[in-house]
């Protein structure tokens, strides 16, 4: 049974970085497209980013192109959330999500769930 992992995640202030890692076990990544979810308090689980199970397609979320860059080693079983310039509103839990079929990319439907990191961005 596959199970995900995320890591990376903390306090950090306006303008700071974050790495979030997402590591898989049980199972391999390899045929599985991979999203980043977050959930603020009071509101609903929002998608931030997806990647194909090859790493060759990407998408992003408005609020965090440009920012944010999704990426994957498979040979790890990871996949990565880098996220720049961060800003108070991006502030939340962020979960990895996978499915083989790449629901996961337009909306919070996946076979597979982490546990949740949580991101603060504050001064």
């Known amino acids: 049974q596959l199970q995900l992992v995320e890591s990376g995640g903390g306090s950090v202030q306006p303008g700071g970085s974050l790495r979030l890692s997402c590591k898989a076990s049980?199972?391999?990544?390899?045929?599985?497209?991979i999203g980043w979810f977050r959930q603020a308090p009071g509101k609903e689980r929002e998608g931030v980013s997806c990647i194909s199970s090859a790493g060759g397609r990407t998408n992003y979320a408005d609020s965090v192109k440009g920012r944010f860059t999704i990426s994957r080693d498979n040979a790890k079983n990871t996949v990565y959330l880098q996220m720049n310039s961060l800003k108070p509103e991006d502030t939340g839990i962020y979960y990895c999500?996978?499915?083989?079929?790449?629901?996961?990319?337009?909306?919070?439907?996946?076979?597979?769930w982490g546990q949740g990191t949580q991101v603060t961005v504050s001064s």
């Open positions: 049980g199972s391999t990544l390899d045929y599985l497209v």
């Open positions: 999500a996978a499915d083989y079929a790449g629901y996961v990319c337009y909306g919070p439907n996946a076979d597979y």
